[in-house]
């Protein structure tokens, strides 16, 4: 059996290794390193891939979510409202550019952002809702859109780890995460679903006046060659990265379709078993059943696959795991609103019920575009034994 690992870069490589490195040889050739050709050409691929009117590359995905704060023009004191459950770059902008980040619970299904929460914790200060579309799969935008409308808030969609999942209005309308709310942003970080071989990231919106704004801020707020009218920041994807992009963007749906298949093998395997809880698929992406992780419908993009272990032996089987070299993680280990730096008086332990018992049982098993059935079967065996017995 081939090693397994958490995340198989190296076997995706290899499978567009040709293209990869002629396209970073002509890179280094053309030396048009920075806002160069390919840089231009992936943000149009991009823009048609996701139906989105503007894609604006930086340098990283929590570079891309306080650009997008910074473009709509939040100030210190505005409250903005996100997920416990997350990765800390969400709170962590919202943080650094002085505005007040608002923790709220998840759901327990979806792991994503409750809207009932959400409801509860607006108030007059409250500027904008960030959704995170966790491990892959869409936070409910049909509630978040009507909550945003209805107190007049922005949506940020931080779609690190959505990128290729669609979203199913109950109109029955189907459009890409990161294309639904005022403004989105994405990370190409390489363990991403849409990974680079370095760092990069990229905000979208539909709103031409924003894009504008946006694209002056990513260049030290410049509009016009050295004439700065607001202050901006230095966030640019390269041209090595670009290229790389591009190589792989034409391959993401097929990428996403083997982490599906992946997923759906686990979920098999694990269903009935006692103790574990698999992911569930909201299934509004998806004309057919609910629950069923389907190939087609991308409602799901598993950039994790997430069990919840409910007899108390989580941590023992993440040793049990790391025993017969298979590796996991647990995403996340400790709620934010427990974080030294983004504790505040306003919360209420109470207020996190479900964030607070996923932590203690979540757990990520291997996940990427790679794996073959002996290891899953290898993978999901070693798990069942151990939390059958
Ligand atoms: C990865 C990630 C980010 C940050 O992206 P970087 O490119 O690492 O800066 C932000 N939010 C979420 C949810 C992420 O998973």
């Not at 040889?25 to 009117?53: C, M, R, W």
């Amino acid at each position: 059996m081939k090693k397994i690992q958490m995340v198989d870069l190296k076997g995706q490589y290899e499978q567009i290794k040709d293209q990869v490195d002629s396209s970073v040889l002509d890179v280094i050739h053309s030396t048009a390193f920075i806002n160069g050709p390919e840089v231009h050409a992936f943000q149009k691929e991009l823009e048609d891939y996701l139906d989105v009117k503007h894609v604006i590359p930086c340098a990283n995905g929590t570079d891309a979510l306080q650009i997008a704060m910074m473009g709509l023009g939040l100030e210190p004191g505005d409250e903005v409202i996100t997920a416990d459950f997350t990765f800390a770059a969400t709170v962590e902008v919202i943080a650094l550019l002085r505005l007040t980040p608002v923790l709220v619970d998840v759901d327990p299904d979806s792991f994503n952002i409750d809207p009932e929460a959400i409801k509860k914790a607006i108030t007059p200060k409250t500027k904008a809702i960030v959704p995170v579309h966790l491990f892959g799969q869409s936070a409910n935008m049909d509630e978040i859109m009507s909550i945003a409308k209805e107190h007049n808030l922005y949506v940020i969609e931080d779609n690190a780890q959505g990128i290729g999942a669609n979203y199913k209005f109950d109109t029955g309308e189907v459009t890409k995460t990161g294309a639904i709310g005022h403004v989105a942003s994405t990370s190409f970080f390489p363990s991403k679903n849409l990974g680079c071989y370095g760092d990069g990231g990229a905000i979208f919106t539909n709103d031409d006046d924003l894009a504008h704004t946006i694209r002056g801020i990513v260049n030290h707020g410049m509009y016009k060659r050295y004439h700065h009218d607001v202050v901006g920041v230095n966030s640019r994807l390269d041209s090595i990265q670009a290229t790389i992009l591009r190589a792989k963007l034409p391959n993401l749906d097929n990428y996403n379709n083997a982490r599906r298949a992946a997923a759906r093998k686990y979920s098999k395997a694990f269903e009935g078993v006692e103790h574990i809880i698999t992911p569930k698929v909201e299934g509004n992406g998806c004309g057919t059943d609910h629950n069923t992780i389907c190939d087609t419908c991308n409602c799901h993009v598993f950039h994790q696959y997430t069990l919840r272990i409910t007899n108390g032996k989580r941590d023992d089987l993440v040793q049990h795991l790391n025993d017969n070299s298979i590796p996991c993680g647990v995403y996340y280990p400790i709620p934010l609103h427990s974080q030294k730096a983004y504790q505040d008086d306003r919360y209420n332990e109470a207020d996190f019920p479900v964030t607070n018992q996923l932590i203690k049982e979540v757990i990520s098993l291997p996940m990427h575009t790679e794996l073959d059935d002996e290891q899953i079967d290898f993978i999901t065996k070693t798990v069942i034994n151990f939390v059958s017995k």
